[in-house]
């Protein structure tokens, strides 16, 4: 068969979803929902892995906890001062960290960090850069450098102050020192950080603890073995390499958009369902159309390629629709589903993490077309083969 005859059932095909038009939209409305869901998911799923793996290259080597009680506990000077003893280790940094209420906000919308003064010197290294201000010097207290998004979003400048509470309720004042910005727009939104004297402060730990260490290496690529040496050196002592972190975030992610899935799941199979009842009821008009196209030289495949062009026609536009409607949610803030992915903290940057990657487009396509065009086959297969003489008598 010629290139020819094939391109133009294209216009055959298109022709006929407009004049069986109620059939069409049975199918496109399941499909458009369905799509748009799954390209919610997609997008943002994809968004905040990549915004998640790209916070991790700030991160140390090696992340060294303590569990106590079945629970993460505080590590001491005791653990400190031993993984700086051992071979390949360039430094090892304690760290205070958690979730602080900002005064007047939702909260544990931010996430106070304090550290030492080699990591606050060395911020730049860590894909830290400074928008405005100053970074943190060694005798400042009391002083906070804060994410440039988070501070563009409430007007804050060097100078300012800001209110955060603590567990215990308390208030404490911190003086904006400066405002950061770091590769990871997400990380840096809801990012808080002052000196170690402050956070222990905030905090209420005891002198000579610390919420974790973090280690950094000689040679990064033995990282593997270092944590495994720190992990067997003190029971309840746990240590994370930046891989370990980076495998985590994708399975927590992923179970995540998993979990989110199994309602696109129940729309695809209603629109396969749809699709197929659609495919299967062949009207008196059609058959008679049928009839007298294969009369006239029409073979049976003629007719199931026309089907089957119609079916991808409507997918293409299920899923490009799909999209849109997704794009358009998730650019109006994707209400509870931002919640459920970013554990609340949505609301501590003016943005959504979204990607559109060649992969997602591709899984978009594979799950919009593949079962869309499976479910119309058979009946696409049993419309061709209508018998010509009884589809022109009798209908």
């Not at 060395?122 to 009391?142: A, I």
Request: proline share 4%.
């Amino acid at each position: 068969m010629k290139l020819s005859k094939h391109a133009a059932f294209w216009p055959i095909a298109a022709r006929n979803l407009l004049r069986y038009r109620g059939r069409t939209i049975a199918v496109l409305i399941p499909l458009l929902a369905t799509m748009a869901c799954l390209s919610a998911l997609t997008f943002l799923k994809d968004g905040t892995l990549a915004e998640a793996l790209t916070a991790l290259s700030a991160l140390p080597d090696v992340t060294v906890q303590r569990r106590e009680g079945g629970r993460d506990g505080s590590t001491g000077e005791e653990i400190l001062g031993e993984i700086s003893r051992y071979q390949n280790v360039r430094t090892a940094q304690p760290r205070i960290w958690g979730r602080a209420e900002v005064e007047g906000e939702a909260p544990g919308e931010a996430i106070l960090a304090g550290v030492g003064a080699d990591l606050l010197a060395r911020l730049s290294e860590s894909g830290f850069s400074l928008r405005s201000g100053r970074f943190l010097r060694d005798d400042d207290r009391g002083r906070a450098l804060v994410g440039r998004l988070y501070a563009e979003r409430r007007g804050i400048a060097p100078g300012d102050h800001i209110d955060l509470v603590n567990e215990s309720g308390q208030r404490v004042a911190f003086t904006v020192a400066g405002v950061f910005d770091h590769r990871a727009r997400l990380y840096a939104g809801g990012l808080i950080l002052t000196d170690l004297e402050t956070a222990r402060a905030f905090f209420n730990y005891d002198p000579g603890r610390y919420t974790d260490v973090g280690v950094y290496l000689d040679d990064p690529l033995r990282a593997d073995q270092a944590a495994l040496r720190i992990s067997a050196a003190r029971e309840g002592v746990r240590a994370f390499t930046r891989a370990d972190l980076a495998d985590a975030a994708r399975r927590e992610y992923g179970s995540r958009a998993g979990t989110s899935q199994l309602l696109w799941l129940m729309l695809l199979v209603s629109a396969g369902l749809t699709a197929w009842a659609q495919g299967s009821s062949v009207s008196l008009e059609m058959r008679k159309e049928i009839g007298v196209l294969k009369a006239i030289g029409w073979r049976t495949l003629d007719v199931i390629e026309i089907k089957m062009m119609e079916t991808a026609m409507i997918g293409l536009i299920g899923i490009l629709g799909g999209g849109l409607l997704a794009i358009a949610y998730l650019r109006l803030g994707a209400p509870l589903l931002s919640s459920y992915f970013l554990d609340g903290a949505g609301a501590a940057v003016p943005f959504l993490p979204i990607r559109i990657g060649w992969s997602g487009v591709f899984l978009l396509l594979l799950l919009g077309l593949a079962p869309l065009s499976a479910a119309t086959v058979i009946p696409a297969w049993r419309t061709g083969t209508i018998d010509p003489d009884r589809a022109i008598r009798n209908g």
